[in-house]
């Protein structure tokens, strides 16, 4: 039927341009073309989690600590730091290269208290926004400077790794560390892809807890890299996520590292206080790379803080308050040392909750590798359809490569965790 011109006419006054409506539909097909992004693999199964109603939900999705009753924690050497700062300090604007104290404090922590490189001002550090950010911008410091050099990447690894050295436009190469049927470190296929890489090329290490595997060589194979490294005369930059999370204790969480300079390489390190210090939301981290003289130190120094400039200016003032006041003082540190032993060893204490739960349901499966794996992930080997079928039957959330947070592991969720877990692991 043909439209009455009436009716015509209406459409058309509908539809005549107001100048705002105008304007509101150029914006819409300016961006038109903008689709959602996808979901990110670890972020959003915390959203999903939070979206779901059931009393019985679990989330062993994200990386963060929970007390043993599923709360976050803030650490009392944290709070006191705080008592400390409150109606004392200012929250002017930090340098851009963040606090000279956070940063000593950091290097003392990843390099050694009585390093020579920190004595003899070999190392370029910057603040940076927590581990992330630290990357970031070393991510970005290697595309401006070594515009033809690529990043190796272990497989597998954080998978917002593989978005930092992208968004960075360096390009990515992946390196063996994983061997699924052992569930432990393939050291054979990762001495072999150090050794078939051109020389010179950059790599990224965890330095300990490796995220998801959980599985970190031994001191010995540390040693053999830090070797193979020498002679291929490969760069290494350490990822420190996880410092005192592997065995309780950060200085040998930092044992690695130290191998490498020992060794008399030159490293990049990102640290963050998120998972050790608790600090999370705060984004307070470090970024360090020991040069080969002062004079290069300052330089190098100078230019990450041009990169953060434009960036984000400088980074957040509390966060390094809390991490300079802490390991200022000798009692705090030890507080702090004492709590970060303590969230370390109620994860070692749900991990074998864990596997007992599992082994007394009568799972046909091993289950050894829970107790074996370090750090704050188990990488439980579960198939993706089995971790949906846990989050779609059981409320339990996790990511897709079958990671586990150990960390939202508690004495009250354990059995309803393994049984679940039994449940979709018995049949193929
Ligand atoms: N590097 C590794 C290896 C990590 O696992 C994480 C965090 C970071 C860096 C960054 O942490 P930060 O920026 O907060 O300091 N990984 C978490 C959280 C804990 C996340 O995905 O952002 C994880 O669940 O894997």
Redesign the pocket.
């Known amino acids: 039927m043909a439209m009455s011109s009436s009716l015509a006419a209406i459409r058309r006054r509908a539809v005549a341009p107001s100048p705002l409506a105008a304007r509101a539909r150029a914006m819409a097909s300016l961006f038109g073309h903008v689709e959602p992004a996808p979901k990110d693999p ?2 959003g199964v915390t959203e999903a989690f939070l979206a779901d109603p059931s009393p019985d939900k679990v989330n062993v999705g ?3 600590y929970r007390d043993d009753n599923g709360k976050p924690v803030v650490l009392d050497c944290v709070r006191e730091a705080e008592r400390r700062i409150a109606g004392n300090l200012n929250m002017e604007y930090l340098p851009m290269g963040g606090s000279i104290k956070m940063i000593e404090e950091s290097l003392k922590l990843a390099y050694g208290e009585d390093s020579e490189f920190i004595k003899d001002k070999r190392i370029a550090a910057v603040q940076a926004l ?4 630290a ?1 970031r911008l070393f991510a970005d410091f290697q595309r401006r400077f070594l515009p033809d050099s690529q990043i190796y990447i272990p497989t597998p690894t ?1 998978s ?1 790794h593989h978005n930092i050295w992208r968004d960075a436009q360096v390009p990515q190469r992946t390196f063996t560390y994983y061997h699924p049927e052992s569930r432990g470190l393939d050291f054979a296929g990762l001495m072999d892809d150090i050794k078939n890489a051109p020389n010179g090329s950059f790599f990224l290490l ?1 330095a300990c807890a490796h ?1 998801p595997t959980g599985v970190d060589p031994t001191e010995e194979q540390w040693r053999e890299i830090s070797y193979q490294f020498k002679v291929k005369n490969h760069f290494p930059f350490f ?1 420190m ?1 996880y410092q005192g999370f592997a065995s309780g204790d950060p200085e040998r969480d930092a044992r690695a590292i130290r191998i490498f300079l020992e060794d008399g390489h030159q490293i990049g390190c ?1 640290q ?1 206080y ?2 050790n210090m608790g600090l ?1 939301g705060q984004r307070a ?1 470090c970024l360090s790379i020991l040069c080969e003289d002062e004079m290069q130190a300052v330089a190098v120094k100078s230019q990450l803080q041009q990169i953060a400039r434009p960036m984000y200016s400088n980074p957040p003032v509390h966060g390094s308050l809390v991490v300079s006041i802490i390991l200022n003082d000798p009692e705090l540190k030890s507080l702090w040392l004492k709590e970060v032993k303590g969230m370390a060893d109620r994860i070692i204490g749900m991990r074998k909750a864990l596997r007992e739960n599992l082994e007394s349901l009568g799972s046909h499966l091993s289950w050894d590798h829970i107790t074996n794996q370090i750090g704050m992930f188990c990488y439980s080997g579960m198939t993706p359809e089995q971790v949906d079928r846990l989050t779609n039957e059981y409320h339990i959330y996790m990511t897709r490569n079958g990671r586990i ?1 150990m960390a939202g592991v508690t004495t009250g969720n354990v059995a309803y965790l393994a049984n679940a877990i039994h449940e979709v692991t018995k049949t193929k």
Not at 130 to 133: A, I, L, P, R
């Open positions: 670890i972020l994200v990386g963060a927590s581990g992330t950010g990357c954080w917002n965890h995220n990822d996520a990102a963050s998120a998972k999370y981290g947070s």
